[in-house]
């Protein structure tokens, strides 16, 4: 299905005029990250794009796909995921974490992952968990 004028003016995402379910959007987010997990970050971030090809508005995607390219070895590329996923979302933890981690890896991003990761040290998740382990290693 083609979208129509008022589908482009009514801001409609490709996932929404195709009926994608949140359900499915998720199963393919988890599909990349288990790909990632196992070293296949080609097969991860192909999988990464095509779900933010028809849904741009998914933050927690977007925060993968800059993991995966942090693990790529793409700086550049992962610093842009993660200030998308900022932008959609800029409360949420995993988001926040994955923005922090990318700007350890890029210069001039260390004392505002720090400060980033300070903030989320205290949050009671597994996202806290990683952020005070990261800031040990960091000797913080």
Sequence with gaps: ????????????TLAE????????GGAIAELAAGEAACGNLEAARVL????????????LAWALLAQ????????????????AARSLDPEDPQVRLARAEVLL????GDGEARHEL????????????????LLRALGS
Excluded: H, I, K, Y
């Excluded at 005029?17 to 499915?24: D, F, K, P, S």
């Design 1 to 12: 299905m083609l979208p129509t004028n008022e589908d482009v003016t009514e801001g409609r």
């Design 48 to 59: 990464l794009e095509g779900l933010l090809v028809t849904n741009p508005r998914d933050a």
């Design 68 to 83: 995966v390219e942090r693990w790529r070895g793409e700086p550049t590329t992962a610093l842009l995921a993660a200030e």
């Design 17 to 24: 005029l195709q009926g994608m379910t949140e359900e499915l």
């Design 118 to 133: 300070e903030q989320l040290r205290g949050e009671g998740s597994e996202v806290g968990r990683r952020a005070a382990s």
């Design 105 to 108: 890896a890029v210069a001039e």
